[in-house]
């Protein structure tokens, strides 16, 4: 299976950066996210993630480093948590990670709104500070 | 010469006086986004936990009149978008963020009652609402609500809602939000 890389922007297009990687299991999301077709872009993520979790089987590590991103990039989030979530239960071994940077000046609503991740997906998101 | 375009110009500008760093109409593409978002950047540098929350509602707000104006440009790669207007002031304590787009008055009702229903919530119940509306399955509109949602979240205070007619079919939706400095 076919690693996934895509160098982020923040000039005109404003996506992340995207490292999965099919032999380490290892997959990071990083930089900011607030494109405008989100459903394009975030597809063939989930495809990868879909395809890792059905065939590959092996662990996986979701690793979250976004300092940005907008409410439809959220929602992308949300749906690839959904998919880690499906495979933990059906006994696939998923950690994820978010790191965040303490010197932000707004970091409780950024706590917050992976709080409100957790609680939606009901996956365990490991807070990990830079 | 259009001396009365010109005297227009020149209220327009008196109106807006000295306190409105920024103030913008047209077609709000992914290049607008970037230039008046860095912009945003450099103004609010000596006001940084106000400046990244200005950054996050004008996102939210913009691709809302991107998306969702009734106004439509066509730009060169023949795109289709949104037109509206944005505008902040600033006052010595916090900053307002507007914005202000035509909407179709059959859609108005919608975009008033959920307005509504976010001033009425505290933030416990806001952050619960965002959770249910953002599991609903995509709609054409729904996406609009959220983003006003989390603009309610991030400012922490009410939006300040506007509607007014302009002809048989469109109104003018405007919205103004403060953030603290």
């Known amino acids: 299976m076919e690693n996934i890389h895509i160098e982020g922007k923040h000039g005109v297009n404003f996506i992340p950066t995207v490292d999965f990687n099919a032999e380490t299991g290892v997959c990071e999301l990083a930089g900011e996210s607030y494109l405008e077709d989100t459903i394009e872009f975030y597809t063939p993520l989930y495809d990868w993630l879909k395809q890792y979790t059905t065939e590959v089987k092996k662990p996986l590590v979701f690793n979250f480093r976004l300092r940005y991103f907008n409410t439809s990039s959220s929602k992308c989030i949300i749906d690839i948590l959904n998919i880690l979530k499906r495979y933990e239960t059906a006994g696939g071994d998923v950690t994820v990670n978010w790191y965040y940077d303490a010197e932000e000046e707004d970091i409780e609503d950024e706590l917050e709104e992976i709080e409100d991740f957790m609680i939606e997906t009901n996956i365990k998101i490991n807070l990990v500070p830079n | ?181």
């Not at chain 2, 970037?34 to 990244?52: D, E, F, N, R, W």
């Not at chain 2, 008033?112 to 619960?128: M, P």
């Not at chain 2, 949602?149 to 809602?161: K, M």
């Open chain 2, 1 to 181: 010469m259009d001396n009365q375009l010109n005297s227009n110009i020149l209220d327009l500008y008196r109106t807006l006086g000295n306190n409105t760093p920024l103030s913008y109409k047209g077609p709000i593409d992914d290049h607008i986004l970037q230039v008046i978002g860095t912009y945003i950047g450099g103004l609010l540098k000596h006001s940084p936990k106000a400046g990244k929350k200005v950054f996050k509602i004008f996102i939210e707000l913009a691709q809302n009149i991107s998306y969702y104006s009734a106004e439509r440009s066509k730009l060169s790669n023949n795109k289709d978008i949104g037109t509206g207007m944005v505008l902040i002031s600033e006052q010595a304590e916090y900053y307002t963020f507007m914005t202000g787009n035509l909407v179709k008055t059959d859609d108005i009702i919608t975009i008033i009652e959920k307005s509504e229903v976010i001033n009425s919530l505290d933030r416990e119940e806001l952050r619960q609402y965002k959770r249910e509306q953002r599991k609903l399955p995509p709609g054409k509109k729904g996406g609009a609500h959220i983003g006003l949602i989390q603009v309610a979240l991030t400012s922490s205070n009410p939006l300040d809602i506007e509607v007014n007619p302009v002809d048989d079919e469109h109104s003018f939706f405007s919205i103004a939000v403060k953030i603290d400095k």
